[in-house]
């Protein structure tokens, strides 16, 4: 788009000035006035007068001083709002030529601005274009020929729920992203470690987090009683989607998948985040055998270490879930608090590492990925609720240890989730929610 400042012209204006017999003539500009005699009309001998009276026609410039001349002729140059009496030298003038120098920077100073408001709208709309262009696609994620009866209803409109997901590969190899090197998926070759609803209200002024555990006893589709992590392990995403689908009943819109190798890449791509530890826990690997209460600046490693360990946990894979959501609220908080979206150089870094790492199903167009950074730019980490899905206690099942969900208590959540009223749900409930530390 291409601005322009419209230009003024100017007009030349003409003389009246009278001869001998009183008669007027009309001059043209911007040539001198013109007094021609009666009595010269029409003589091809006339003189032209140096200076003395005589006969014949007289061109010169009236004296401005003659009483008898006529009106001054104006310089074409001039400025026609200039008034009458005013002249080259004068306060008015000065005053004129001031104005006319402030209106010709205001005028540089806004096609300046406009240049550049340009230029950004066009850097931005390259960057979106680039990057959700980049964004590696799933395809067939979402499950087929599913009864109608266990299809949910969609969600509320302007709402959005998206299932995500953490995998252990059991590979040395990136599975996820445009990192991903490792053979195409097979069944039994990963299993989902991480599994969370992440619920979009159609206000956009918050984000619900809600982790299934991974040792959740369900009903998975063809396959019977299990734990929920077996279903991404047999058939991958579509079986997966469909067995949280018929749990909820609640709508997934859309998939997003990253492996433990795109974690450890993520962590270290900004900077590394801050833990608090509420007390002195044991850890699998690093010094000491122990993570000391206080606050830890983890690298990708550590926090791979924190967010995987469940065995000397109080309550085993709740306080794992919890882990794994103070890890995800701490990268999220530096990311939007640490201006990594107003440095372009940590942007185009961050979002590089992003892109990298995390695939998303293929209905997921780019243009939906635009839509959601734009309506989802105005949240904060504060503005998000992370919490576990009801559960009712811990079993053995054919020698597994499993987590029961309360289906009562869960119902309510599934509904609130559904009819998107996730405030009025949290008001009225008690839920395991996530604290300012965790163990």
Same mark, same amino acid.
């Given at each position: 788009? +291409?601005?322009?400042?419209?230009?003024?012209?100017?007009?030349?204006?003409?003389?009246?000035?009278?001869?001998? $017999?009183? +008669?007027?003539?009309?001059?043209?500009?911007?040539?001198?006035?013109?007094?021609? &005699?009666?009595?010269?009309?029409?003589?091809?001998?006339?003189?032209?007068? %140096?200076?003395?009276? =005589?006969?014949?026609?007289? #061109?010169?410039?009236?004296?401005?001083? !003659?009483?008898?001349?006529?009106?001054?002729?104006?310089?074409?140059?001039?400025?026609?709002?200039?008034?009458?009496?005013?002249?080259?030298?004068?306060?008015?003038?000065?005053?004129?030529?001031? +104005?006319?120098?402030?209106? +010709? /920077?205001?005028? @540089? @100073?806004?096609?300046?601005?406009?240049?550049?408001?340009?230029?950004?709208?066009?850097?931005?709309?390259?960057?979106?274009?680039?990057?959700?262009?980049?964004?590696?696609?799933?395809?067939?994620?979402?499950?087929?020929?599913?009864?109608?009866?266990?299809?949910?209803?969609?969600?509320?409109?302007?709402?959005?729920?998206?299932?995500?997901?953490? /995998?252990?590969?059991?590979?040395?190899?990136?599975?996820?992203?445009?990192?991903?090197?490792?053979?195409?998926?097979?069944?039994?070759?990963?299993? #989902?470690?991480?599994?969370?609803?992440?619920?979009?209200?159609?206000?956009?002024?918050?984000?619900?987090?809600?982790?299934?555990?991974?040792?959740?006893?369900?009903?998975?589709?063809?396959?019977?009683?299990?734990?929920?992590?077996?279903?991404? $392990?047999?058939?991958?995403?579509?079986?997966?989607? &469909?067995?949280? =689908?018929?749990?909820?009943?609640?709508?997934?819109?859309?998939?997003?998948?990253?492996?433990?190798?795109?974690?450890?890449?993520?962590? !270290?791509?900004?900077?590394?985040?801050?833990?608090?530890? !509420?007390?002195?826990?044991?850890?699998? *690997?690093?010094?000491?055998? /122990?993570?000391?209460?206080?606050?830890?600046?983890? *690298?990708?490693?550590?926090?791979?270490?924190?967010?995987?360990?469940?065995?000397?946990?109080?309550?085993?894979?709740?306080?794992?879930?919890?882990?794994?959501?103070?890890?995800?609220?701490?990268?999220?908080?530096?990311?939007? $608090?640490?201006?990594?979206?107003?440095?372009?150089?940590?942007?185009?870094?961050?979002?590089?590492?992003?892109?990298?790492?995390? #695939?998303?199903?293929?209905?997921?167009?780019?243009?939906?990925?635009?839509?959601?950074?734009? *309506?989802?730019?105005?949240?904060? $980490?504060?503005?998000?609720?992370?919490?576990?899905?009801?559960?009712?206690?811990?079993? %053995?099942?054919?020698?597994?240890?499993?987590?029961?969900?309360?289906?009562?208590?869960?119902?309510?959540?599934?509904?609130?989730?559904?009819?998107?009223?996730?405030? &009025?749900?949290?008001?009225?409930?008690?839920?395991?929610?996530?604290?300012?530390?965790?163990?």
């Amino acid at each position: 788009m +291409r601005g322009q400042i419209q230009g003024v012209g100017t007009k030349g204006w003409g003389a009246t000035v009278g001869d001998a $017999s009183g +008669r007027e003539v009309k001059e043209p500009a911007p040539g001198p006035a013109t007094v021609t &005699d009666s009595g010269a009309e029409g003589n091809p001998e006339a003189g032209t007068a %140096t200076g003395s009276e =005589q006969d014949g026609p007289i #061109s010169r410039a009236p004296d401005v001083t !003659d009483p008898e001349a006529g009106p001054v002729i104006e310089d074409p140059e001039a400025d026609p709002e200039a008034e009458p009496g005013t002249g080259p030298g004068t306060e008015p003038d000065k005053a004129r030529r001031r +104005r006319r120098r402030t209106r +010709r /920077v205001l005028y @540089a @100073a806004l096609v300046l601005l406009c240049t550049g408001a340009l230029l950004i709208v066009g850097t931005g709309w390259w960057a979106y274009e680039h990057y959700t262009g980049r964004v590696e696609r799933i395809p067939n994620a979402f499950p087929t020929n599913v009864p109608a009866a266990a299809k949910p209803p969609p969600s509320k409109d302007g709402s959005q729920t998206f299932l995500l997901v953490g /995998v252990d590969a059991r590979s040395d190899l990136p599975t996820t992203g445009k990192d991903a090197k490792a053979p195409e998926w097979k069944p039994g070759a990963q299993r #989902s470690d991480t599994m969370m609803l992440v619920h979009l209200p159609a206000d956009h002024k918050h984000a619900y987090v809600v982790s299934l555990p991974r040792d959740s006893w369900v009903s998975i589709p063809g396959h019977g009683q299990a734990k929920l992590n077996a279903a991404f $392990s047999w058939g991958g995403p579509p079986l997966l989607i &469909d067995t949280v =689908q018929r749990l909820t009943k609640v709508k997934i819109d859309h998939l997003a998948v990253i492996d433990w190798s795109g974690f450890k890449k993520l962590t !270290d791509a900004v900077g590394g985040v801050d833990i608090t530890v !509420d007390k002195t826990v044991s850890r699998r *690997n690093g010094p000491g055998g /122990v993570w000391t209460a206080g606050t830890h600046h983890m *690298n990708g490693d550590d926090a791979l270490d924190y967010v995987r360990e469940r065995y000397g946990l109080p309550r085993g894979d709740l306080d794992r879930t919890h882990r794994q959501q103070n890890f995800l609220r701490a990268v999220l908080s530096k990311m939007l $608090s640490g201006g990594t979206f107003t440095n372009p150089l940590k942007l185009k870094r961050t979002l590089d590492q992003v892109t990298d790492v995390v #695939s998303v199903d293929d209905k997921l167009s780019n243009g939906d990925l635009r839509g959601l950074v734009w *309506n989802m730019r105005g949240v904060r $980490s504060s503005d998000m609720v992370f919490m576990n899905a009801p559960i009712s206690g811990f079993d %053995t099942i054919q020698k597994q240890s499993v987590v029961l969900l309360d289906p009562n208590g869960t119902s309510e959540l599934w509904q609130a989730i559904r009819n998107d009223t996730m405030g &009025d749900y949290l008001a009225t409930n008690t839920v395991d929610r996530l604290g300012d530390k965790v163990s």
